[in-house]
């Protein structure tokens, strides 16, 4: 049986997607500034805070804002962003993620979600997954970005586990590298070539069992 008692969950890019609600509303952005941004000028912003993404999409328009200006833009693309995503229905579970923290929960694991966003509760609420999580650590909770181990350090409390009993799944660097710091196992979710520090990689939780956590 394996020692590993506790699971823990990044939400964005392992349970849900959201990133194309983000691209979505820098769009609309950028198109009222008057110009165009593409899903190739979105590649720059992969893991990038809401303030140095705004400021990308300036330079690529060639737009000059003063910083009153920029918190409003960046507050008018998150209201819009928060919009989509409260429209978020449960077929936008990414392929096997729901089965698996059922499967975890059906062996004695515990689960928690830990994530940066502060629209954490808003999303799992409209996919029906609230009740699947027995502690949600989200950026309502923490103050450190990861890779800062804050935000699973937190989740294994509530919890009542040793970081040590605990795996974590996420698909950014920043992720894997918090899951490390923090001294849990890291499942990572994508590229093997990127994500080098997990110890394992797969392409999704659908690729993922119960069994596979003893092997960790």
Avoid at 71 to 96: F, S, T
Wanted: charged fraction near 30%.
């Amino acid at each position: 049986m394996s020692h590993i008692k506790a699971c823990l969950f990044d939400l964005d890019g392992v349970i849900v997607d959201t990133a194309i609600y983000h691209y979505q509303a820098w769009k609309r952005l950028a198109n009222e500034l008057g110009f165009d941004f593409t899903e190739h000028d979105n590649e720059q912003l992969k893991g990038v805070s809401r303030t140095r993404s705004l400021e990308i999409i300036l330079e690529l328009g060639g737009v000059t804002q003063t910083e009153a200006e920029k918190e409003e833009l960046a507050d008018r693309k998150n209201k819009w962003y928060v919009e989509m995503i409260g429209k978020m229905r449960p077929d936008e579970i990414l392929p096997g993620a729901k089965e698996f923290v059922q499967a975890c929960r059906n062996a004695g694991i515990k689960t928690a979600l830990g994530s940066a966003s502060k629209n954490s509760m808003m999303i799992l609420d409209k996919i029906g997954m609230t009740d699947l999580f027995d502690a949600i650590v989200d950026g309502n909770k923490v103050t450190k970005a990861k890779p800062d181990p804050e935000v699973f350090l937190k989740g294994a409390e509530e919890l009542g586990v040793q970081p040590v009993d605990c795996v974590v799944f996420e698909d950014a660097i920043a992720g894997v590298e918090a899951a490390k710091a923090g001294g849990m196992k890291a499942v990572g979710i994508g590229e093997p070539a990127v994500l080098k520090q997990a110890d394992i990689v797969l392409p999704g939780l659908s690729a993922m069992t119960v069994d596979k956590l003893n092997e960790l």
